[in-house]
């Protein structure tokens, strides 16, 4: 076992160590029930019409909307594209500062690349959507050929050799893990049901660029005509955890809600476990001054005690970083 200095652990604090780390194994590693999807995906993503010109260019196509978020998922250093397609004449409805209100027939897409691969040009690896049918949330992922002209609906997952370079120009080598169709209700899970995570509506009230102009994005949205007219005055804004300027504590808790949360909450798919890492849970009850040795252990150590559970190969550097230097400031 190691302590977060990297020294061997001993003793009664190693022990209590491993204690927990079985505990969290237990209820993290139980098997969910599988949430089905109510509709059948298309084997091709062209087939949805996201992308207008060349596929490989992601050129959203007219009626496609692309958004932005203000803190995002850590997925092995990829980059990501997120989209949004709303029916005709329907729009999303603002409730309060979490998720909206999506009309049946909303798509959201997340295209998962790489800038700099070893081939000297952008490499996609895979795109997920999010599909909303029926009142219910349905999940499907596809992996984009070596031709780079198409993705192709998958159901086991697969494996895929990434060899790119990170935004601090260092060269890097992962086994970039595409995920099983199955495992979207790891994290999207919601009690029975599958939700998006990124769309809040406190995670899309941020500033950006349109047109050379920087505008506020639930603005633009009501602007496109695919959110309802509100005031937004009263919404929130979670903090970017890459913005060094800002207060350590805010951005920490805002990587947690981002990278932890959606399983570690009331209905997600670790309640069993002794942390909330929600980010408006009160401090003295998201469990994390009791736990916060093991948080960092095991955001930074590989294998089966690592967290997050899935969705990545290689730890996030930067964010263990912030992660330790919060937690070195908790009281113990």
């Not at 050129?59 to 949004?84: C, H, M, N, W």
């Not at 070596?146 to 494996?159: K, P």
Request: include cysteine; aromatic fraction near 8%.
């Amino acid at each position: 076992m190691l302590r977060t200095d990297g020294e061997p652990r001993t003793g009664l604090v190693g022990l209590r160590w491993l204690l927990l780390g079985a505990v969290w194994l237990a209820a993290c590693n139980s098997a969910p029930r599988t949430i089905e999807n109510n509709v059948s995906f298309k084997g091709k993503l062209s087939e949805y019409a996201l992308f207008k010109g060349n596929m490989p260019e992601l050129l959203p196509a007219d009626g496609v909307v692309p958004i932005q978020i203000g803190s995002s998922l850590f997925t092995d250093y990829a980059e990501k594209q997120r989209l949004l397609k709303i029916p005709d004449g329907q729009k999303m409805v603002i409730q309060g500062d979490g998720l909206p209100s999506f009309p049946d027939g909303t798509l959201l897409a997340k295209t998962f690349y790489y800038s700099k691969s070893g081939k000297g040009t952008r490499l996609i690896v895979e795109t997920r959507l999010l599909l909303y049918s029926g009142g219910k949330w349905n999940a499907a992922t596809y992996r984009w050929n070596e031709a780079q002209t198409d993705a192709e609906l998958l159901v086991e997952g697969a494996t895929v050799p990434v060899y790119f370079e990170d935004r601090y120009g260092k060269y890097r080598h992962l086994e970039y893990k595409i995920p099983a169709q199955n495992d979207c209700g790891t994290c999207h899970r919601s009690g029975n049901e599958l939700v998006p995570l990124g769309p809040q509506m406190r995670n899309l009230n941020i500033a950006i660029n349109v047109g050379g102009e920087n505008v506020n994005q639930l603005a633009y949205l009501m602007q496109r005509g695919v959110l309802a007219q509100a005031d937004i005055t009263g919404i929130a804004s979670l903090p970017d955890y890459k913005d060094s300027s800002l207060a350590l504590a805010p951005r920490a808790r805002a990587y947690l809600e981002m990278n932890c949360a959606h399983c570690h909450r009331e209905a997600g798919s670790a309640a069993g476990t002794s942390l909330d890492l929600s980010f408006n849970t009160p401090f003295e009850k998201t469990g994390m001054g009791y736990n916060k040795e093991n948080m960092v252990i095991r955001m930074s150590t590989m294998g089966e005690y690592h967290m997050p559970k899935i969705g990545t190969t290689t730890p996030d550097e930067e964010g263990v970083r912030l992660i330790r230097d919060y937690i070195k400031g908790l009281a113990d």
